[in-house]
């Protein structure tokens, strides 16, 4: 009981440390600092623009936290370049991308309470930045991957793109991903489905003011993707961590399938785990990851009157409705760069005659 206690209690610490991350990132804060040069709370708040009362009080928890270091005989705070490496765009990875994941989610815990207690499930519609943070995800597990070390996961593909060939990405969210390909392959032609009227906004937007003419966007439910997708029509289809919340996953892998052309190839990112509890005990995000299925992933696709799949529906249920969706020939790779995705890529191999 008194290490459960010490835990709980360093738990509540560390909680409040990630939510004066998540202001940090969002407000500039830790930008600012990123230098690791001493500030004191006046010259900071006139750096970023922002309200020196809330900028000390923020110092405050940061310090506390241990994140950033104080000089009490001058009053000044700086962020060690070790930290800063970890939250800030500094070094490889800004951490703290994930922090704005907390606040988020906590603004629908009234709605997930009744939800337990009446089922249903929370629209897309109550998580107006979940886009724009999600956006942010994927720039740094997708986007600085994508032609380095996703794309070359399926042999002779960027020679095949650079030739010309027809791409859909389904779930494409603000479809970063689509629009780099499409600048750098201009012979390909792109199209990017999303659910989100936001997203597709912003995508056509971006692809309008680069000038795109290979790229178009459209806002599609894909419910029933199995039934009104296009046949033949794609070389190749992407999901970036898209599958595991959408209402009818088997229906739009089923689509994704129907879609591709006899030598096409479907390439997908979704979250690495196991299918079964007990398996993840040992998940270096399991836990959080649980958390973002009930906050979200699960409870949008309940919402919809869908299956509720969640965001742990672990590799195994995955190579389960690939082949159910007529996939037989499937492959799963993990990076190097990305603890939290396994990779699919998946075929269907011809029969001998």
């Known amino acids: 009981m008194d290490a459960f206690e010490r835990r709980l209690v360093q738990a509540l610490n560390e909680a409040g440390m990630l939510l004066m991350v998540s202001l940090g990132h969002r ?8 230098n690791g040069a001493p500030v ?27 994140v950033v270091i104080m000089d009490p005989q001058r009053a000044t705070y700086r962020l060690p370049p070790a930290h800063a490496a970890l939250i800030t765009d500094s070094g490889g990875t800004n ?25 249903g499930g929370v629209p897309y519609e109550r998580y107006p930045r979940f886009q ?3 956006a942010e995800d994927s720039g740094q597990t997708v986007l600085a991957a994508l032609f380095e ?35 750098r ?37 894909a419910s029933n993707f199995d039934e009104t997708a296009i046949p033949r029509c794609f070389e190749l289809i992407t999901t970036f961590d898209a599958i595991h919340d959408q209402a009818h996953p088997l229906a739009v892998l089923r689509g994704i399938r129907h879609s591709l052309t ?17 398996e993840n005990i040992n998940h270096p995000l399991g836990a959080f990851l649980y958390a973002m299925s009930i906050m979200h992933c699960m409870t949008v696709s309940l919402a919809q009157g869908g299956e509720g799949l969640g965001t742990m529906w672990g590799r195994e249920k995955a190579f389960e409705y690939f082949r159910k969706a007529g996939f037989s020939d ?6 190097a760069h990305d603890i939290q995705n396994d990779y699919f890529v998946c075929r269907v191999m011809e029969m001998p005659s």
């Not at 994930?98 to 009446?118: N, S, T």
């Open 132 to 134: 724009a943070i999600m």
């Open 185 to 221: 392959y201009p012979r390909s032609r792109f199209t990017g489905y999303d659910l989100s009227e936001e997203a597709i906004s912003w995508a056509r937007t971006q692809a309008q003011q680069k000038g795109l003419k290979n790229i178009e966007f459209e806002m599609r439910d």
């Open 149 to 183: 070390h996703i794309l070359p996961l399926v042999p002779g593909l960027p020679t095949r793109l650079e030739t010309g060939i027809r791409v859909l990405d389904v779930g494409c969210g603000r479809g970063k991903a689509l629009i780099m390909m499409a600048e």
């Open 330 to 335: 499937i492959q799963v790779h993990e990076l």
């Open 40 to 66: 004191d709370s006046e010259s900071l708040a006139e750096r970023t623009s922002l309200n020196e009362r809330y900028v000390r009080e923020w110092l405050g928890a940061m310090t506390a936290a241990g």
């Open 262 to 278: 006899d030598d096409g190839v479907y390439l997908a990112q979704d979250i690495r785990a196991h299918s079964h509890h007990h």
């Open 95 to 119: 951490l703290g991308v994930y922090a704005q994941f907390l606040p988020m989610l906590g603004q629908v815990e009234d709605d997930i309470l009744h939800c337990f207690r009446h089922g």
């Open 27 to 34: 407000s500039g804060l830790l930008a600012s600092m990123a």
